[in-house]
């Protein structure tokens, strides 16, 4: 039975780039569209080549990394980023 008390919260799935990875973790930076808050943020990257990433529409990239469980990514990978979209993010 759920507990009536802490109901799980259902979150937004995003696109993420992964930059760290631990046996049950990885260490990754979110990704938000055009039109989401954090998108156009100056602790944002543009992602310039997202088509060739994998992704549907343009997409910006969080600066701060958090860590997820492997069990909730997605498999297999929506794409890669481009070297000059890697090397933008650092």
């Known amino acids: 039975a759920p507990d009536l008390e802490?109901?799980?919260?259902?979150a937004k799935?995003?696109?993420?780039?992964?930059?760290g990875v631990s046996p049950t973790e990885f260490l990754v930076r979110p990704g938000y569209s055009e039109g989401g808050r954090k998108a156009?943020?100056?602790q944002s990257h543009e992602?310039?080549?997202?088509r060739e990433a994998g992704l549907d529409k343009p997409t910006w990239i969080e600066l701060e990394p958090r860590r997820i469980e492997?069990?909730?990514?997605?498999?297999?990978p929506l794409g890669r980023l481009t070297p000059q979209d890697w090397n933008a993010l650092w």
Do not use: L, N, S
Request: hydrophobic content about 40%.
């Open 13 to 19: 799935r995003r696109p993420c780039v992964i930059v």
């Open 40 to 42: 156009r943020d100056w």
């Open 6 to 10: 802490t109901p799980a919260i259902e």
């Open 47 to 50: 992602v310039g080549d997202w």
């Open 70 to 76: 492997r069990a909730q990514a997605e498999e297999p």
